[in-house]
Nanobody, 114 residues
Framework: VQLQASGGGLVQPGESLRLSCAASGSIPSSALTAWYRQAPGKQREFVARITPGGTTDYADSVKGRFSISRDIAKKTVYLQMNSLRPEDTAVYSC?????????WGQGTLVTVSS
């Protein structure tokens, strides 16, 4: 396993969750890494990414609520999700790009419901 996503769960609207994407093996700790999500019955959509230089980018739907960060020593990328909404419910997956190849981790389910 080269990429492991974790941290999903069931939360109420307005609450927070932090997802983790841990890399191993040949994936460098500074690889361009992104989070995507797929809600039931919908196409997968981009959520956030962090470049090797630390530049971040977000989908408009999560700007100001989600934050992506990286711990180089732990080879882990985090997605801090605040002020969660029911429409954030989805399976969240991370992908790391190495030499133009995307390495996907398994998804983690986030459910936002009262």
């Amino acid at each position: 396993v080269q990429l492991q996503a974790s941290g999903g769960g069931l939360v109420q609207p307005g609450e927070s969750l932090r997802l983790s994407c841990a890399a191993s093996g040949s994936i460098p700790s500074s690889a361009l890494t992104a989070w995507y999500r797929q809600a039931p019955g919908k196409q997968r959509e981009f959520v956030a990414r962090i470049t090797p230089g630390g530049t971040t980018d977000y989908a408009d739907s999560v700007k100001g609520r989600f934050s992506i960060s990286r711990d180089i020593a732990k080879k882990t990328v985090y997605l801090q999700m605040n002020s969660l909404r029911p429409e954030d419910t989805a399976v969240y997956s991370c992908v790391a790009y190495v030499g133009g190849t995307g390495f996907w981790g398994q998804g983690t389910l986030v459910t936002v419901s009262s």
